[in-house]
Structures are given as structure tokens and as C-alpha cells.
């Protein structure tokens, strides 16, 4: 077996005693027909499965809400994003030629569908146990080192309070590209506020995925601006 596959196994902390399943994970539909889209919406279940345990045991005092919003945040595309890189999936993930050209080891949907997908391999290969540890393992310190308040808002929600405390208009939203067929569509929205000339983009597996990261990304471009020295504040 390649190398780098045994390095991912050992940050995964799980070793596949069905390699063909690990492969697959890695597979994008661009490379062939056995690639990892039914891996994906498996992990997908599996992970908010895990995930919504960890909460549960993490904040016992908080309501549905709550927990629905940390969980939301703790498996939105940027933070899978962050974990595959964490991994080093650009290095083994499998793209044709013109995928791979066109920088699709370093796009953040693939990379977010591919960390969903290992987790839904896992499942097959050993369980449900084997891979709610690699999601202890991946989440588990973020979850116990952070309070439900960081979570407690939306991005969109979040960014449109900011914008009114200070008296400026609500920000817009379009969708620029939808790619992908339609049972796994990828969109990328705009999130744009014209009262100061910003423009931020985002991406994700539905509108309202894609909407939320592009407020994000907007919030940090705002909140660092306001910082002094920033541009909001010279």
C-alpha cells in the first residue's frame, strides 16, 4: 500500500481491513465510476450521529437549539475543510487529470465530501465504534475546549446584526455556479455589502450551506477591519 495511505491511517487511528473501502473514500467522481459519493452520504450520517453524542454529553444543560447549531457549525464544508487538510487528503485524494489541473485537490467541497466519505468507509470496515473514535479524534478537542455560546448564532444572522448595530443595509445574496448533477450539486454563493465595497464568496452542498459560509467569511473580513488600524476604523 501506498505510503501516504498508511500515514492517513495512523491519523485516522483506524487501519482498513478493506483497503478497497479506503480507496473508494478517496475516489472522486471525476476518476471512475467506483468513486466516493455513497461513502459520502453514509459518513454523512454517521458523523452528525457522532457528533450529536459528543454534544450531548459535552453540554448537558443546553436545549435542541443549542445543540442543532453547534452541531451545524461543527460539520459545515469550512470545518471538514480544515480537518481534511489536517489529514493531508489534497496529497491522496484521486481526481482525473482535468480535475487535478484545474485545483481540485485543494477545493474545500471535495475535500469536506472526502473526510465525510472515510468516515462512512470506516463504518463499513469495522463499525459504528471504530468510527465514532475517528470523529472523537478529529472533533473531540474543539468540542471540549469551546463553550456553547461561541456557537449561539448563525453566520447569516450573526453577520446581519452586526451590519444594523452599526446602521449599514442587510447584506445581498446570489448564487454564482452550481456544479455537479443534480442529486450532488455543489453551489457557489455571493454574500456582497455594497455600503462598503465588500464581495465574499462561499461554497457548499445546498444554497443555504453555501449562503452561511459566505457570511462567515464575511464576518471574519468585517470584524478584522474593525479592529484598530483596520480600514473601518482609520
Known amino acids: 500500500m ?92 484521486r481526481l482525473s487529470e482535468g480535475e487535478a489541473r484545474g485545483g481540485g485537490a485543494q477545493r474545500p467541497s471535495i475535500l469536506a465530501d472526502a473526510v465525510e466519505a472515510l468516515i462512512g468507509a470506516t463504518f463499513l470496515d469495522g463499525g459504528f465504534e471504530p468510527a465514532r473514535r475517528i470523529v472523537q479524534r478529529l472533533f473531540g478537542e474543539i468540542i471540549t475546549t469551546t463553550e456553547i455560546d461561541s456557537w449561539s448564532k448563525d453566520a447569516k444572522t450573526e453577520l446581519q446584526e452586526w451590519l444594523q448595530a452599526r446602521r449599514l443595509p442587510v447584506p445581498g445574496y446570489r448564487i454564482l455556479a452550481t456544479r455537479g448533477q443534480a442529486h450532488a450539486q455543489t453551489f457557489e454563493v455571493e454574500c456582497a455589502v455594497p455600503a462598503l465595497a465588500l464581495v465574499q464568496t462561499g461554497e457548499g452542498r445546498s444554497r443555504r450551506a453555501a449562503e452561511q459560509e459566505a457570511a462567515r467569511r464575511m464576518l471574519d473580513t468585517l470584524k478584522a477591519s474593525d479592529k484598530p488600524g483596520g480600514p473601518l476604523r482609520s
Open 2 to 93: 501506498d505510503a501516504r495511505l498508511d500515514t492517513l491511517q495512523q491519523r485516522l487511528g483506524h487501519r482498513f481491513a478493506k483497503p478497497e473501502l479506503l480507496t473508494r473514500a478517496l475516489t472522486h467522481r471525476s476518476y471512475g465510476a467506483d468513486h466516493n459519493e455513497r461513502l459520502e452520504f453514509l459518513g454523512d450520517a454517521v458523523l452528525s450521529l457522532a457528533v450529536s453524542g459528543m454534544l450531548y454529553e459535552r453540554f448537558a444543560g443546553s436545549d435542541e437549539g443549542d445543540l442543532t447549531r453547534v452541531r451545524a457549525h461543527l460539520v459545515r464544508e469550512d470545518s471538514l475543510h480544515r480537518v481534511a487538510l489536517a489529514l493531508g487528503l489534497p496529497e491522496v485524494v
